[in-house]
């Protein structure tokens, strides 16, 4: 086979090298427009995880790489005067420039045609060869050249960052973190070799030109971060190596392939450097090019396609957790100063979700238990209740306060419909349904959406609560979780335009073919083309929906729940006031989010007034629509200052179903990062819902401060004991209700 392979990084010289091994007949001609020893850059690392493949595909170059490289376990984060350490990640570096030396003499040494100081700028110039390989980087030529077929999407990063050196020596990978007048500034650091260590210095674009550093040049810049990190570098010196502040494009295509042109590594995808996988992405694309041209050595579209059918789920999901973990670096300021060191630690090393508490365990124990020591001191001041913290239990199984309510952990049973009510009663369903869960073990269960009217329900199947008959029938069930030691909440809810449908497993969303109940909602926009078009709420409407919720509430006292949570998400009737795409009016209650945010926040102050002082209000809202020009995060933000100004105790930050429209982006922990995000910028505890399924998970997120709570919903439909599964995996003892004290002294196998 005859290859041009346009550039001489880590992806175009290992595929090279690759091809060659598995048959030296292949001509590889390989252009390079830098010289031999010719670098941008200084260090790069490589996890211990990602050095297998590397290893298996060609030993000679893994002994020599690895010959090369410093080790080091530790990650050490300078925040504020602390110096926070953790061990056991396995990290191995070297310069790069040594890494392109070790893969040049191997490529020259099975012949491969090298040509250095040649940009190739003109593709048809290298005449006809069987397959041209576009490794030529994150600006790549090739890409460009055919971008109607790879249909790249590229997204520049907002902050600034440079790539400098330093003679400093560093015994782990080092973070540093510091505030100056202009902003702050974060340092990735890390030795490479006997006498260099890799210094990247990341701000935000504001703090980057408050220091007026667009004008600096590289002289300018080293000066100044000289001064800046002074105390950091300990008498050592900045170098330089033709060093520019740049910005992150995170670019992704479409296809890798088109006819007999191929994208490799930067070219096809970039990983943010601050998960450290830009390399290890490139010499893994480089083996399974290779491995696919060798299994399809007559059919080079079969090849092309089966390299990008193995890579591209490898990649995308390296790409996920590079993306959340810049998206840390761009967010710092949020934590900087608010969250105390080791939280501000935990935060960043479960950044990108790869890493999790679990993970940190396996890690290094002594970090961890540190660290959960200091979440229990946390806890116990927070609620008042007693917390053992010798060990200290792991962060899930910590108490929270909410007014007088303490939850004695912070596992929560997500609402959700059962669609088995009649008139709104609920039945022995309910009670089965959300009395096994409270003998699970979570420390709250929340009712389905329970509908403070018959015309507010969803189908004919929910659940309600606007007659003292069904106070009574909702008491039997509080009063069963309550005698098994748990807590309860009603989420009270009105279903507005998504009213009238039938029950889920008949059609979620279709409207109900006979039996329908008008309905109504601040717009009479349907929800979908055959749905019922709404009538538009006036001030007599929205007075008679005000005065359902707060009978609702006061019912729901006299039930015996613990919390009522307003439901204004998902695209029911307060949502929709609250969502500019389904609130369209032109008065008071339309227009901004303060218009939008009136009547539900009406509602909020009038159920909070008719609640008893000692139980808490938490309301669930969507903080994202998922629709562009839709409510979003920054409307979530100031929604929740608002809330909590009406009385509002923690917000249940879940996203969407506001609309058909909406493209939500799924995924692990997804909606996450709102619930962080609110509770950061809103100080205003929060839970976080959606995809959360592992204790790992739940631990991590708490540990971080990223929520208060965490919700689970379809775990807890697969899993009542889903809580007892997680206590008994982390050896942490949860008593067992009177009826089952047979099983102290069993230990249940589960394989
Ligand atoms: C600040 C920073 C820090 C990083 N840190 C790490 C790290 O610690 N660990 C890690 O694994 N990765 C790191 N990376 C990422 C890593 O550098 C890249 O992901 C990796 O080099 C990709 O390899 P590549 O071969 O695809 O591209 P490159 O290494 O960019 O190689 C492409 C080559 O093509 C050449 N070229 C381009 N166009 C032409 C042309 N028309 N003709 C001829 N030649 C051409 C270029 O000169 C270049 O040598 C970092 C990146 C940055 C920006
Ligand atoms: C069967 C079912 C019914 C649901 N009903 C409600 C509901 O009544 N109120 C609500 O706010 N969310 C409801 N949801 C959404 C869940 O509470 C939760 O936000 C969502 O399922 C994401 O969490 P998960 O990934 O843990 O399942 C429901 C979800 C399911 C699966």
């Known amino acids: 086979m005859r290859i041009a392979c346009l550039g001489g990084g880590p992806a175009g010289l290992y595929f090279a090298i690759s091809m060659k091994i598995r048959n030296p007949e292949h001509e590889v001609d390989l252009f390079e427009r830098n010289r031999a020893d010719d670098t941008f850059g200084w260090g790069v690392v490589f996890s211990d995880e990602t050095l297998g493949n590397i290893e298996a ?20 984060i300078h925040y504020r005067g602390a110096v926070l350490n953790s061990g056991g990640h396995g990290f191995s570096g070297l310069a790069r420039v040594k890494l392109l030396e070790i893969l040049q003499e191997r490529a020259a040494g099975l012949g491969v045609e090298l040509t250095f ?18 490794a030529d980087g994150v600006n790549s030529r090739v890409r460009e050249r055919f971008a109607a077929q790879f249909r790249p999407r590229i997204d520049w990063r907002p902050n600034r960052f440079i790539w400098l050196g330093t003679t400093l020596p560093l015994r782990a990978f080092t973070f540093f973190f510091k505030a100056d007048p202009h902003g702050l500034w974060r340092v990735h650091a890390y030795q490479f070799d006997a006498e260099h260590t890799t210094f990247i210095v990341e701000t935000t674009e504001g703090t980057w030109r408050r220091a007026e550093l667009d004008e600096a040049g590289e002289d300018g810049t080293i000066a100044f971060c000289e001064r800046l990190f002074a105390d950091e570098l300990r008498g050592h010196r900045l170098l330089k190596n033709k060093a520019v502040w740049r910005q992150f494009p995170i670019v992704r295509n479409e296809s890798w392939h088109d006819g007999r042109h191929v994208l490799l590594g930067d070219a096809a995808h970039t990983a943010h450097f601050s998960i450290g996988s830009g390399t290890k992405l490139a010499m ?5 090019l290779a491995g696919a041209l060798a299994r399809a050595p007559d059919d080079l579209p ?50 990108s979700l790869r890493i999790t508490h679990e993970n940190l365990k396996l890690r290094d124990p002594e970090f961890v ?6 979440f229990a001191a946390g806890a116990a001041r927070q609620s008042g209740a007693k917390v053992p913290l010798d060990p200290p239990p792991p962060p899930m199984f910590t108490p929270f306060r909410l007014r007088d309510l303490v939850l004695p952990n912070r596992v929560v049973v997500s609402p959700m419909c059962m669609y088995s009510a009649a008139d709104g009663m609920p039945t022995d369903w309910h009670l089965v349904h959300l009395g096994s869960r409270a003998v699970g073990g979570a420390g709250l269960v929340m009712t389905e959406m329970t509908d403070v009217a018959p015309e507010a ?51 979620i969303d279709e409207p109900l073919p006979e039996g329908a109940w008008p309905i109504e909602a601040p717009s009479p926009i349907p929800y979908l083309p055959q749905s019922q078009v709404p009538v538009p709420m006036d001030r007599a409407a929205m007075e008679r929906a005000k005065a359902d919720f707060v009978r609702a509430a006061r019912l729901a006292d006299e039930a015996g729940f613990d919390l009522v949570e307003l439901h204004m998400a998902h695209g029911y009737l307060l949502a929709s006031f609250l969502s500019p795409i389904t609130n369209r009016r032109e008065d008071e209650y339309g227009g901004s989010l303060e218009n939008r945010a009136r009547f539900p926040l009406e509602v909020l102050r009038a159920v909070r007034e008719a609640w008893p002082a000692g139980k808490p209000v938490s309301v669930r809202i969507s903080a994202t629509d998922w629709i562009p020009g839709g409510f979003d995060g920054d409307d979530a933000v100031a929604l929740a200052r608002l809330l909590k100004g009406a009385g509002c105790d923690i917000v249940d930050v879940s996203t969407g179903q506001t609309d058909p429209a909406a493209r939500p982006e799924y995924g692990r922990l997804y909606q996450t990062p709102y619930a962080d995000r609110v509770r950061h910028e809103a100080a205003m505890p929060t839970m976080t819902v959606g995809n959360i399924s592992s204790r790992a998970d739940v631990n991590s997120i708490l540990v971080a401060g990223r929520a208060d709570l965490c919700v689970l919903a379809r775990a807890h439909l697969w899993d009542p004991y889903w809580t007892r599964h997680a206590a008994f995996e982390q050896g942490y003892a949860l008593p067992w209700p009177n009826p089952y004290c047979a099983l102290a002294g069993y230990t249940p196998r589960f394989q």
């Open 57 to 76: 595909a060609d030993p000679p170059t893994f002994a020599a790489i690895t010959r090369a490289f410093a080790h080091w376990d530790d990650i050490e």
């Open 117 to 134: 100081e040649t940009e190739i700028s003109d593709l048809d110039a290298l005449g006809e060869p069987d397959l041209v390989l576009g």
């Open 284 to 288: 893994e694309d480089a083996i399974a």
């Open 302 to 351: 079969a090849a092309l396609a089966a390299y990008e059918a193995e890579r591209r789920p490898a990649v995308e999901s390296t790409q996920r957790a590079a993306a959340a973990s810049l998206r840390w670096f761009e967010e710092t300021e949020r934590y900087f100063g608010v969250l105390e060191p080791p939280q501000f630690a935990a935060s960043l090393l479960t950044r």
């Open 369 to 374: 238990a540190g660290l959960d020591r200091w």
């Open 457 to 507: 329900r969803i189908s004919p199947g929910c659940a309600g609560l606007w007659s003292a008959e069904h106070a009574r029938a909702w008491r039997r069930i509080v009063q069963f979780v309550q005698a098994q030691g748990g807590r309860i909440g009603v989420q009270l809810g009105h279903a507005g335009r998504k009213g009238a449908t039938r029950v889920m497993w008949e059609g």
